[in-house]
Every structure is written in C-alpha cells, then in structure tokens.
Nanobody, 123 residues
Framework: QVQLVESGGGLVPAGGSLRLSCTAS????????MAWFRQAPGKEREVVAA????????YYSDSVEGRFTISRDDAKNTVYLQMTDLQPEDTAVYYC????????????????WGQGTQVTVSS
C-alpha cells in the first residue's frame, strides 16, 4: 500500500511558477509509474503529466506541454511537477497518483492517490 502526500500548491499571479512535490511511503517507489492530475471546479479530473517507473519517458497533456515538467527522484521517493508560465486556467486541485508498471493517462488506472494540493493562478 502506497501513501502519497502532495505539497507546494499556493496562489501565484499569471506568468508565475510553482513546483509541486509528492512524496511516497509504504511501497517500493521505484517500481511505480507516477502521474499528476488536476481537477477544476465543475470539471472532470484530467491528466497533466505522467512519468514511467524508470523515469525514462514522460507524457504531457497538450494544455501544459512546454510549460510543465515532471520528474522523479527515487532516492527521495518523490515526484515533482515544475510549473512555469502559469495561467488562470491552470487553477485546480492537483493530485499525484501511482500505479505499478506502465504509466497511463486514465485516472481509473491509478489505485493510489494523494489528498491534493490547491493551485490558484490570479489574472
């Protein structure tokens, strides 16, 4: 059983940057593909970025490609989401998620979730 705890959210002006962190415990972190999802009020949860268990491949949604970077540090059991050029439409609760084996885009394929961290971008 993996427990995930996110941190790093907050309020930033448009064009600003934030780095989210998600630290895992209770499992062999290096065996898990990791992903960041977000959910805005009234909208479905959507994948933002995902990274394979090796860290060798990553995926980004079209809306964040070129602005966000996902990375992992297995020595620290932590996955990061570096977010730059934030825009008001990036406002959402951001969740990290974990699954064994391959990374995936569908939230339903991830059995382990953090509690979420709020990111608010002011215009």
């Amino acid at each position: 059983q993996v427990q995930l705890v996110e941190s790093g959210g907050g309020l930033v002006p448009a064009g600003g940057s934030l780095r989210l962190s998600c630290t895992a415990s209770g499992g062999r972190f290096s065996s898990y593909a990791m992903a960041w999802f977000r959910q805005a009020p009234g909208k479905e949860r959507e994948v933002v970025a995902a990274i394979t268990w090796t860290g060798g491949n990553s995926y980004y949604s079209d809306s964040v490609e070129g602005r966000f970077t996902i990375s992992r540090d297995d020595a620290k059991n932590t996955v990061y989401l570096q977010m730059t050029d934030l825009q008001p439409e990036d406002t959402a609760v951001y969740y990290c998620a974990a699954r064994l084996s391959m990374a995936a885009k569908a939230a339903s394929l991830y059995p382990y979730w953090g509690q979420g961290t709020q990111v608010t971008v002011s215009s």
